[in-house]
Nanobody
């Protein structure tokens, strides 16, 4: 079974920085797109950023220039560096990955997996 484990959340003042990590594990698998979502109290979950296996990145307009997503394919890990944090960045950040889990050399199951979420709180 695939597992995604996040770390790095916490409490920080406006203007500060945090770095989130998300590591994936399974017996035999291949990770396609990885990304981060967030959900603020009383709001719907929104997509923050994604990164493809080849390194193509996409960012929500609200975080461009402040957040940087990266990945280490050898470690099956994605990172989110968050700088110049604002109170509106507060929310539960959840890692997502589209993964092909192989049951044979040519047979696999493809679906999205989610981490447990990590709380990010930015005070003014």
């Amino acid at each position: 079974q695939v597992q995604l484990v996040e770390s790095g959340g916490g409490l920080v003042q406006a203007g500060g920085s945090l770095r989130l990590s998300c590591a994936a594990s399974a017996t035999r698998f291949s990770i396609n797109v990885m990304g981060w979502y967030r959900q603020a109290p009383g709001k719907q979950r929104e997509l923050v950023t994604t990164i493809s296996r080849g390194g193509s990145r996409n960012y929500a307009d609200s975080v461009k220039g402040r957040f940087t997503i990266s990945r280490d394919n050898a470690k099956n890990t994605v990172y989110l560096q968050m700088n110049s944090l604002k109170p509106e960045d507060t929310g539960v950040y959840t890692c997502n990955a589209n993964i092909a889990v192989y049951t044979s050399s040519s047979t696999y199951s493809l679906r999205d997996f989610w981490g447990q979420g990590t709380q990010v709180t930015v005070s003014s």
